[in-house]
């Protein structure tokens, strides 16, 4: 095996050379297309999206994971899927619900006592600073239980839940104000603020709309319920929202269905919902001064529901926070302009874009000319003082994104199928797009800030039928991307969802995307903060306090310390590991067998895994991630003794023993090989290895496993001048298990410093 | 909006026409690849790869989705991920854990008591008719609990768990014999059989592995624990295995490490597991007589271990069942080859692809020809007596895969980070290509049946570190597609894996799978047959027993039947929703707000939310797929009444009045809508649609829709005759509702004809 290290290292650069000069296609570019049905327009969108290995993406979307509770990461123009990040539903792989930091945060979204393992994500939002997104932190709303996920930028992980304390459902969240000061959530159904009880009959009387904006404190990077409110609205069902920027920032739009307060009863004979709330031509976009209310809150005009600051209806009435103005039957998006000059609504049971202009909007306010009142009190602005522009686009115009281009922007047409391109100052459609099928809300790259970065579109798709091979009832749903850059809108690629159904997503220039690759030493992520269970190696240790059993442990490749824990039946037992590797992407995972735990432990982390030993047994633990040519061996046994157990004499007997000669033999190949290992270091160090930052990275990982092979290589000489040939031998083994992985993660800087063109210094 | 719907329909074809004919690229596929960086070879890549919009892949792909405790579905060449498949792990977009349907699955999955949320998912197959994959159903393994998934390929839904009786822990499960007669799963970890204690001092005497063969019965889709039963084997960590075939039909083979029997103890000062059980160059293969031993077992010549029949060793050695060959240091894989003739083995610390010949190990068998017996008592042939070749491949082979050109196999390489494409007849390396990084597990197309179809090669690689836009410590991990048609391999695409760590896949040609599109009407999906809880539209009703109240639902576009639920606090209410479509992809689903409850009601599905009542409020259920225009309408109120409540008279108010004027304007409406239908009918029915199998589903469906129509049209001039406008106006506007529906399905169906050159009659 030395020699064939050697070999391998010395013949590296050959091989992959030979390698690449003869891989030249033995079909032709003309036979590929014409094998596969390609046509050359094909070939220029193939040539748009392909991403050859290595390469990056130029933008990042983040899209609602819909029921699936997630976060779905993927690249533009790629269009592959990079993560899925748990925020509402317990997910194993990220530890997320299976370690004790993760099930903290679950904890927190409790509504009203109850568990709840799911959420129905729909509207996520990148923090922004001055109105342009900054790619910091992650604000993802459920529906179905009101609350408010926080997903960290930094490390890509959920840190924080809240629960609405007044609304029962809720959609028009997630939004944030241009410098995020707050993040904004609306209702959806209707509710006795506070979740009570009213009879539906006193539907108009007793049931609420609202919308809440909490406050976010980005240097903790976490929501502040003690520092947020929320203003009381009619029971329309609210819906989508939009920050005002700008011009008009301070100000915030949310839109509305079923304004005609229709409760359905079909069993009884009365129409559906359905009929009721879709009888009238509009409905009613509420606009809402947040800065003014802002103050209203801070002066404690408010009524405490749970515990939380309500500005009534009335107070809001009589301190000008709230107005109303018509909008298109049954919308579904609201979006401020780039220079928060319009608001563009759909209605997606009409056939316009309605462009608001907000100039128009303020100026009947400061003059106090309205219509009427809605039933509440509300003043309603007549839609021809606000109104900017209608512009016929086609049946169910939905939501509505930004171009780089002035004036350009683009709506997706839900019972169209298709996308209309249209300048919106000027009122007039400049091209469309059939999409497959049935489209919901669409995404332009940075479409939603101040400064749009045009390029490409997505339209996110609601149905799939016939796009994909079929994978049973349930389909996936269909990301179709548009180049926009030309005049034209062009459909480069069909990306299938494979899990849940996403509602809205929002795109980042991926630069502005920083995240860390490892955690400083013994972090819970969780919280950002120092574990209190972190033990460097050498510091692990059993404790016990009566029947609660706490395990410090360490992983590195490939064991954990310690290997054997003992513990009696009842106990509860915490495993609280840190990963103590600092290369990128050696995460080790934890399980113990048959419970219901799984860690993942990137490079720096600290996690713990809680059970209780119900059972007796002997119960392996392993690591769950592959995460070196030793993994499988990475494991110990955690042996619960029965109650009672009075344990037996005797050493442990060995399975296989070792001779002098097997120590030899051991160290003799640890020898050689330190001699291959040595060349390696050589090639590296000969070269401007400190120009890559990756391979400094690799350098000081390698070093770390030298280091670790000189302890054992100690332990084994102690043990051979003891004649203990058995602990001399494996200890020897354990020092060449060292040398390998120095090996690999030697081989894998010199192979990245021959792909990357470093030079012999 | 009307005159619109007309346009739009009659303008359909022109508008796709034009958008087609100006779509020409702006950029010139030249100025796209410079602008991007591709050479000529990125491009042939790109066109092996890129699938335009509708496009079909040729092979699909199920792998393992690691701790994620799923199956990830995807398409080769596109590389694109179709689906998540909820094995072991709850997932809501699914309702998966989220009925009480598929909660009876997960209840079977439940180990000595304990419920396990998460599954350690390692190696799927597929039901194998004579060696082929047939495409029916898939199985997969859990690790960390030693259970095993049964996936209907038919729905691609989860039908059945399995809990091994014996086990502690397990790994080398999934594989099938040739006709799926049995599924064999290997333990992993030693244990006491049974999962009873045994201290680690009698490791040797105490603790063993063990395979376990369970009965599939194929014509209900299920294992058959009681027609299973498993052999004891010596506490080597058994791994992989794989079933004979042909020649070797009725033999399967399991390979294993630390056959050393290590017991590490880092902490006390012993060498780590990693060095004990590494220490040796050899560990054990286990070649084991299924066929026979099924006799064995048929005889009753067996052990009953938590009712599970268990044939000992003693038994098995007398029955010459079980025997044993030295095999290369700490082996991954072992691959019968198409024939059945031979079995590769690589070794994760060793250099070389071993290539046993069965033949020779038959005829050793047959002649008694041993070497010796393990330490207890297992007859061991000599490696030279079972041996065809060993061929030095580079540094940690894993995994290999059988090409469609015969004698050409494929070695996954650990360490190099390569693959290593050889002759196992003549014995000889063929080409290497690197890969990024870290191979573990490969898969070619069909690669493991009597039938390989060679074409393409997936590396699983377990590192992606540099490859992908950063998603932070996480990081995903990289399956490679790799071309093998011509003489050199040829790296295609970079997929990343965003969810789990996936261990091995298995691929099967497209066209084998054939899942349904719909249920039959009321179809539990769990168990295939009809629900007793389904109903059809007019069966709706709530009954109550008790505390106990069952509400029979009807879900379709867009309202659910009832809309309105009244029960007590305390109450336990079950919703048993049928969804009455039978259009393809009209999903629907089911939440109560802040409820732990989602269905997934796929077309002519029955499922079940179960809550229980504790908290008195409103609470809004609604639809969480969007499935139409009106799917933010289709909703409903679930009214939990306080303990002692009385409820105050006085009828429902109106939110909202109408007149007859309002009912004029509706029905003229309705009447425009209906001309522009006909003209749509007129427009398919003129044509061959019923070519179109597609298209007849759509005609049917917009025929349910118009049915629907009618009723409500006579409901509405029910009312209008009594002068009661309010009714009259609304179900005129439902009748509008459902005519808006069923044009949405013409246009798709028209849409539909023209892209697929239907032609007027």
Redesign the interface.
């Known amino acids: 095996?030395v020699k064939?290290?050697h070999k391998?290292l010395l013949a590296t650069t050959g091989?992959?050379a030979m390698?690449m000069a003869?891989?030249?296609?033995?079909?032709t570019?003309d036979e590929?297309?014409a094998r596969?049905?390609?046509?050359?327009?094909?070939?220029?969108?193939?040539?748009?999206?392909?991403?050859?290995?290595?390469g990056?993406?130029e933008f990042?979307v983040f899209s609602s994971?819909?029921?699936?509770?997630q976060i779905?990461?993927?690249?533009v123009p790629s269009m592959?899927?990079?993560?899925?990040v748990s925020v509402f539903?317990?997910?194993?792989?990220?530890g997320y619900?299976?370690d004790e930091e993760s099930k903290a945060i679950l904890e927190q979204g409790k509504?009203?006592g109850?568990?709840?393992?799911?959420?129905?994500t729909h509207h996520p939002a990148i923090t922004e600073t001055n109105g342009d997104v900054d790619g910091e932190y992650l604000f993802i709303n459920d529906k179905?239980?009101?609350r408010i996920g926080v997903v960290s930028l930094?490390?890509?992980?959920t840190q924080q839940i809240v629960v609405n304390p007044i609304l029962?459902?809720e959609?028009g969240g997630t939004f944030v104000t241009p410098n995020s000061e707050y993040v904004i959530e609306a209702a959806?159904?209707p509710?006795?603020l506070g979740?009570?009880?009213?009879?539906?009959?006193?539907?108009?009387?007793k049931?609420r709309g609202a919308v809440t904006y909490w406050k976010f404190n980005r240097e903790k990077g976490r929501i502040e319920p003690e520092n947020s409110f929320s203003i009381e609205l009619p029971?329309y069902?609210q819906?989508l929202s939009d920050a005002g920027k700008a011009v008009s920032d301070g100000w915030s739009f949310t839109n509305s269905?079923?304004a005609?307060?229709?409760?359905?009863?079909?069993?009884?004979g009365?129409?559906?919902?359905?009929?009721?709330?879709?009888?009238?031509d509009t409905d009613y976009l509420h606009i809402i001064n947040w800065k003014k209310a802002e103050e209203v809150y801070k002066a404690g005009k408010v009524t405490m529901i749970n515990d939380h600051p309500v500005i009534s209806m009335d107070t809001a009435i009589a301190e000008g926070l709230v107005f109303l103005v018509a909008e298109p039957k049954?919308p579904?998006g609201v979006d401020v302009s780039p220079d928060g000059k319009y608001i563009i609504v759909g209605g997606?049971?009409?056939?316009q874009g309605s462009v608001y202009s907000f100039e128009k909007i303020k100026a009947a306010i400061d003059a106090g000319k309205f219509s009427g009142t809605d039933?509440y009190g509300i003043p309603v602005i007549a839609m021809e003082d606000a109104i900017h522009k209608q512009v016929?686009l086609?049946?169910?115009p939905l939501h509505t994104q930004y171009d780089s281009k002035p004036c350009v922007v683009y709506t997706s047409l839900?019972?169209?199928?298709?996308v209309a391109k249209w300048d919106y100052c000027e009122g007039k459609v400049l091209?469309?797009?059939?999409i497959?099928?049935?489209i919901?809300h669409l995404v332009a790259m940075e479409g939603e800030t101040v400064n749009p970065k045009g390029k490409y579109l997505i339209a996110l798709n609601?149905?799939?039928?016939?796009?994909?091979?079929?994978?049973?009832?349930?389909?996936?749903q269909n990301h179709?991307l548009i180049?926009i850059?030309?005049?034209?809108?062009?459909?480069l690629?069909?990306?299938?969802v494979?899990?849940?159904?996403p509602?809205y997503a929002t795109a980042i220039s991926?630069e502005k995307?920083?995240?860390?690759?490892?955690?400083k030493y013994g972090t819970n992520s969780r919280t950002g903060d120092r574990h209190e269970g972190a033990v460097r190696p050498g510091q692990?240790r059993?404790e016990r306090d009566g029947t609660n059993v706490k395990v410090y442990m360490t992983a590195i490749r490939?064991?954990f310390?310690?290997?054997?824990v003992e513990v009696n039946e009842g106990d509860t037992v915490e495993f609280i590991i840190t990963n103590s590797e600092r290369a990128?992407?050696e995460?080790h995972?934890f399980?113990?067998?048959?419970?219901?735990v799984?860690l993942?432990l990137?490079?720096?982390?600290t996690a713990t895994a809680k059970i209780v030993a119900?059972?007796?047994?002997?119960?392996?633990y392993?690591c769950?991630?592959?995460?070196s040519?030793?993994h499988?061996?990475?494991?110990?046994?955690l042996?619960?003794?029965?109650k009672g157990?009075v344990?037996?004499a005797?050493?442990?007997?060995?399975?296989?023993t070792?001779s002098k000669d097997?120590y030899n033999k051991?160290t003799a190949n640890n020898v050689a090989t330190q001699e291959v290992i040595d060349s390696v270091v050589t090639y590296i160090t000969e070269r401007n290895f400190k120009d890559f930052p990756?391979v400094v990275s690799l350098v000081e990982d390698a070093t770390d496993q030298l280091n670790f092979a000189a302890e054992?290589k100690a332990?084994a000489e102690e043990a051979a001048g003891k004649e203990d040939w058995q602990?001399a031998?494996?200890?020897a083994?354990?020092w060449w298990?060292y040398q390998?992985k120095a090996?690999?993660i030697g081989?894998?800087a010199k192979?990245f410093l021959d792909e990357h063109g470093a030079v012999k210094q």
């Open positions: 095996m064939t290290i391998r091989i992959v390698s003869m891989s030249a296609s033995a079909e570019l590929v297309m596969r049905g390609l046509t050359q327009q094909d070939l220029v969108s193939a040539a748009k999206t392909y991403t050859p290995t290595g990056r993406d990042i994971g819909g029921q699936s509770g779905m990461v993927y690249g592959r899927i990079l993560k899925y539903t317990p997910e194993p792989w990220q619900g299976f509504v009203d109850r568990e709840i393992q799911w959420g129905d179905s239980a009101p930094h490390d890509f992980e029962q459902s959609h959806q159904y509710g006795v979740r009570g009880y009213a009879p539906l009959s006193q539907f108009n009387e049931f029971p069902s819906d269905f079923c005609e307060r229709y409760v359905g009863g079909i069993e009884s009365r129409p559906p919902f359905e009929a009721g709330c879709s009888q009238n049954s579904h997606k049971l009409d056939t039933p016929g086609g049946l169910g839900y019972v169209d199928s298709q091209d469309k797009i059939s497959h099928y049935n919901g609601k149905l799939a039928i016939d796009r994909f091979n079929p994978v049973g009832p349930l389909h996936p179709q180049d850059s030309g005049d034209k809108m062009e459909l690629y069909d990306m299938p494979p899990l849940g159904e509602h991926a995307l920083q995240p860390l690759v490892r955690y692990e059993i490939s064991h310390t310690p290997e054997i990128e992407d995460t995972g399980a113990v067998s048959t419970y219901n799984n993942s990137e490079p720096g982390k119900d059972k007796p047994g002997v119960f392996s392993y769950t991630e592959f995460c040519a030793l499988l061996e990475m494991t110990g046994f042996a619960v003794r029965p157990y344990e037996e005797g050493a442990m007997a060995e399975g296989q070792y097997d051991q990756e054992a332990k602990n031998t494996l200890w083994g354990q298990q390998v090996a690999d081989l894998r192979t």
